[in-house]
């Protein structure tokens, strides 16, 4: 279960980007999680996917 304040999730998503997976893609297909859902609500406080860092900025 992810969590569903967006700090807590901004913190939880990039340290499973860190330190499992090579993608934002990827972590939502293997961890069964809707991207744009995940995106939308990062975005309420100002972060965003950055693929290159393959982390939200």
Known sequence: MTPKEPAM???F???KLRD???SL???C???DLDSAEI???LATIN???DKE???FV
Request: charged share 35%; net charge negative; proline share 0%.
């Open 20 to 22: 499992y997976y090579n």
């Open 13 to 15: 998503v990039n340290l």
């Open 39 to 41: 995106e939308e609500k």
């Open 53 to 55: 860092r393959n982390q």
């Open 29 to 31: 297909e293997e961890m």
């Open 9 to 11: 999730l901004l913190s």
């Open 47 to 49: 972060y965003h996917y």
């Open 25 to 27: 893609e990827r972590m």
